[in-house]
């Protein structure tokens, strides 16, 4: 999951969340916008794009 995919689903939330910086190693910016939301996203609100992605065979370049 990718920044630009956490945004996408439209978290909402105030559920303070315990991440470091190192949780989410292949997109620097994923961290960061997690904890400015402050919510969860689950592989259910990705489902479009996991399944894109399984259908490539790979995952789409992320949106640096």
């Given at each position: 999951?990718?920044?630009?995919?956490?945004?996408?689903?439209?978290?909402?939330?105030?559920?303070?969340?315990?991440l470091q910086e190192t949780d989410a190693p292949w997109d620097a910016r994923l961290v960061p916008t997690m904890l400015a939301h402050s919510a969860p996203a689950y592989e259910e609100d990705l489902l479009p794009a996991l399944v894109g992605d399984i259908a490539m065979g790979a995952p789409r370049a992320s949106e640096s």
């Open positions: 999951m990718s920044a630009a995919d956490y945004l996408a689903a439209s978290p909402h939330g105030a559920s303070p969340l315990h």
